[in-house]
């Protein structure tokens, strides 16, 4: 059973469209992340939920919109898809804020042509 | 956002050799710190925590300076699958964990 999943793994689209990817962790983790890796490996928390609240948003584009529906799940939407969005998302979870073990998805792999 | 800061490498060692990476933060009340193992087009996942005490697993040893703010890791008898990228870890309080760039490892037969 895969602890925490997101899809798609790959995405390749055109600029100026809007995409979606999906997170599910079914670890019962309070705490869900998005983690950015841009082409020089260098990973960024983007957004990080608690019980389904936002408590983290670091300087993000407004085009990045998190929706977590339930604790089990954190989606990150993204309008306007620009050249520079392309890199690796990542989602993650914890069990509590303050719990630092994360557990990752397997990423998923944005590209904007 | 706090940083931490490491080497990126890349470390190129024989099978056999003992090998370190160092790590410094810039914020003096990050109070836990990690080391995560990244291969190449997967996810981090978790190494081991990095303890005052010092921490050993294995043939991986890490330690933690909190007067000179450095993490070190240490590998004894590399193996060739220890070959992947290795990030440094802290945080502080409720803030979520923030990522070095990463040290990369290579070892070679």
């Known amino acids: 059973d895969t602890a925490v999943s997101q899809t798609p793994k790959y995405l390749v689209t055109q600029m100026g469209n809007d995409k979606s990817i999906k997170c599910e962790q079914n670890?019962?983790?309070?705490?869900m992340y998005w983690y950015k890796q841009d082409s020089k490996k260098f990973l960024k928390i983007m957004f990080s939920?608690?019980?389904?609240?936002?408590?983290i948003n670091e300087t993000v584009p407004n085009r990045f919109s998190p929706k977590s529906p339930d604790k089990a799940h954190l989606n990150l939407h993204i309008n306007s898809l620009e050249l520079g969005d392309s890199a690796v998302y990542f989602c993650a979870s914890s069990q509590r804020v303050t719990n630092e073990k994360l557990f990752f998805g397997s990423g998923t792999q944005l590209s904007v042509l | 956002r706090k940083e931490v800061e490491q080497d990126p490498g890349p470390f190129n060692v024989p099978e056999g050799a003992t090998v370190a990476f160092n790590c410094t933060y810039s914020?003096?009340?990050?109070?836990?710190f990690f080391w995560y193992r990244q291969d190449c087009r997967k996810e981090p996942k978790l190494l081991m925590s990095v303890y005052s005490s010092g921490n050993e697993d294995g043939r991986f040893t890490a330690q933690l300076n909190r007067a000179s703010q450095y993490i070190s890791l240490l590998i004894r008898d590399s193996k060739l699958s220890d070959s992947a990228t290795y990030l440094c870890?802290?945080?502080?309080?409720?803030?979520?964990?923030?990522f070095g760039k990463g040290t990369r490892l290579s070892v070679i037969a």
């Open positions: 670890l019962g983790h309070d705490t």
């Open positions: 914020n003096s009340a990050s109070q836990s």
């Open positions: 870890v802290g945080n502080s309080g409720n803030t979520p964990l923030v």
């Open positions: 939920y608690n019980n389904k609240e936002l408590i």
